[in-house]
């Protein structure tokens, strides 16, 4: 991977769907909502909306979200800057690949 790019199907996102216990927070705090509930528990419903920002993971009560938050925040927002400024080869959708 060269420069700021996002690769679909590629995050560091991780749910332990298990240990969940539903409180819904993941989907409240989540930017993209890339959670949703499935029978009382948090599943992650739109990988490929995520942006490794991190508030998931800081706002779970219970500790079952891990992600490497920072990378695809800021490739996220350098995206979309570029798109905004229109600079040619940038897709919609903030990925660049």
């Not at 409180?23 to 989540?30: F, L, Q, W, Y």
Request: charge should be positive.
């Amino acid at each position: 991977m060269t420069g700021m790019c996002y690769i679909k199907n590629v995050t560091t996102l991780k749910l332990n769907q298990t240990a969940c216990t539903g409180c819904g927070r993941c989907i409240e705090v989540c930017p993209h909502q890339v959670f949703a509930l499935e029978g009382r528990k948090a599943r992650i419903d739109d990988r490929d909306a995520c942006m490794e920002c991190g508030a998931c993971a800081k706002n779970c009560p219970v500790n079952i979200i891990a992600v490497d938050a920072g990378v695809g925040c800021a490739s996220g927002m350098i995206s979309e800057w570029l798109q905004e400024h229109n600079v040619p080869g940038i897709k919609s959708g903030g990925r660049c690949c």
